[in-house]
């Protein structure tokens, strides 16, 4: 069994990089955290977040632990009897449901699932039903010349592939060269440019419309790679015995989180803070003290 230190901007740039370098699937990366991410003041003094990933080799196997004599397992239920007692403040965590995503102004922000409100749907159900083919198509190029636009005072030539979707969903299939800038870091460049897009369809001619831009396959790969990061930071919560600090994400990324631990017995997911802060914490709920092991 050896161990390898990994070093990012944040614990998932920490894991990303152990995922590349290794060749492990997220699900089968163990790891800890040696040491969380630091801003530092006005960048000075600024510290990479720090894991340290143990890796097993052939013929490492687990070796039974040695029966406690008495005096010893006495200190030992003592000792977990005062765990559980530390461990029950995450009872008043909310259950799951995050509150922020219904707004309509945060929703507008959505990168992926964009739904206008419920009040509003039932109004807006019947004008979408009398959409003709020229209000389809008026909505598209409203889309795709904004992107034009866009495109051509960045110097770049990108083919659009639009697609309709029951007169409420527009998606947007880009192709081309150094679509990495496109994306941007952590997909930040393309969630701006498909908010803008969105403000620019939805100017309140038509009924509102959810627009989603994609490249290369990114938001299936983006959604794959949080969900092996929230079945690994829950199992680190387990093993740990305490809350999980996920780094600020936007409402979608934050979404992917609820729903992929939401059928977890022994965690439960709350998001805290302020937009653009806005961040998931992965916390034990009070029934995981009754497990006898993990």
């Given amino acids: 069994m050896k161990t390898l230190d990994f070093t990012g901007k944040s614990i998932n ?3 990303d990089k152990a995922h590349e370098e290794l060749g492990i699937a997220y699900a089968d990366i163990d790891f800890e955290v040696i040491e969380e991410a630091s801003k530092g003041f006005l960048g000075i003094g600024a ?5 340290r ?6 013929g ?3 070796k039974p632990e040695a029966p406690e004599p008495k ?5 030992h239920e003592k000792r977990e009897r005062h765990e559980r007692k530390e461990f029950r403040k995450p009872e008043a965590a909310p259950e799951i449901t995050e509150p922020e995503i219904k707004p309509e ?4 922000h959505n990168t992926e699932a964009v739904v206008s409100p419920s009040e509003q749907e039932d ?6 039903a009398n959409l003709t083919e020229e209000d389809r198509s008026a909505i598209i190029a409203s889309a795709v ?19 309709f979707d029951d007169n409420k969903h527009l998606f947007i299939n880009m192709e081309g060269e150094n679509m990495g800038t496109i994306i941007g870091k952590r997909g930040q460049t393309l969630d701006s440019l498909q908010y803008l897009t969105n403000l620019v369809v939805n100017k309140g001619e038509y009924p509102y419309m959810n627009v989603t831009l994609d490249t290369e396959d990114y938001r299936a790969k983006r959604k794959k790679t949080l969900e092996n990061l929230a079945f690994n930071l829950a199992k680190k919560a387990k093993h740990n015995r305490r809350n999980v600090t996920l780094e600020p994400m936007n409402p979608y990324e934050r979404r992917i989180i609820h729903a992929t631990l939401q059928n977890d017995r022994y965690v439960t997911t709350y998001s805290e803070g302020v937009e653009p802060y806005r961040y998931v914490v992965i916390a034990l709920k009070s029934n995981y003290n009754k497990r006898n092991n993990y």
């Fill in 105 to 108: 102004a945060e929703e507008a």
């Fill in 123 to 128: 109004d807006s159900q019947s004008e979408r």
């Fill in 13 to 15: 740039e920490a894991v």
């Fill in 71 to 75: 005096k010893e397992a006495k200190r």
């Fill in 47 to 51: 510290k990479p977040a720090k894991i």
């Fill in 53 to 58: 990933v143990t890796i097993k080799e052939e």
């Fill in 60 to 62: 490492d196997e687990e």
């Fill in 145 to 163: 010349d904004f992107l034009n636009s866009v495109f051509g005072k960045m110097g770049m030539k990108v083919d659009l592939q639009v697609t």
